[in-house]
């Protein structure tokens, strides 16, 4: 009775590696804060692109006081405006204080605007940037590349 079960669990070993990159590559956390689903839109060499993630922040108040990439000459905070036209643009914001609780980074509201671009960014690539929260520790990002003009984190190749 033992040895199916024990069979059954030594099969699953092979996947938990799989699962935790899975994971580690989706979500990235410092302290009591977790940065959830990073991703950017596609965009050329030597344009601008836009960056969004979610936010669940288990402790006190941080704030959100800048990021950096090697892909971007240039990382700053943006908050979408709608204008006349139908039109959004985003202009720079500054730091952002994060209360407890979720908060998220999306499209029509607020985003990581990289701008000098130093390579392509094509969808289903990915790209390393680093978030500054006034945790004092930097927090690592793995961001991924979805269509230029994607709305979402798609969930491609994997489920939550």
């Not at 596609?42 to 006081?65: C, K, P, R, Y």
């Not at 643009?89 to 908060?103: D, E, K, L, N, R």
């Not at 269509?147 to 798609?154: E, M």
Request: proline letters at 5%; glycine letters at 12%; hydrophobic letters at 50%.
């Amino acid at each position: 009775m033992l040895r199916p079960t024990l069979v059954a669990l030594l099969c699953l070993l092979p996947l938990q590696p799989v699962l935790a990159e899975d994971e580690h590559d989706h979500v990235a956390s410092v302290g009591s804060l977790s940065v959830v689903h990073p991703w950017a839109r596609a965009a050329a060499a030597g344009g601008d692109t836009l960056v969004f993630f979610e936010i669940d922040n288990g402790g006190a108040a941080v704030q959100l006081a800048g990021a950096a990439t090697a892909v971007a000459a240039g990382v700053e905070i943006v908050g979408a405006t709608l204008g006349n036209d139908g039109t959004l643009t985003y202009q720079s914001v500054g730091p952002v204080q994060i209360a407890p609780g979720h908060f998220a980074l999306e499209p029509e509201g607020l985003g990581l605007r990289l701008s000098g671009l130093t390579q392509a960014l094509v969808q289903g690539d990915d790209l390393a940037l680093t978030a500054n929260f006034g945790t004092g520790a930097p927090l690592a990002l793995h961001v991924e590349v979805e269509a230029a003009d994607a709305k979402a984190h798609s969930h491609a190749g994997h489920s939550h």
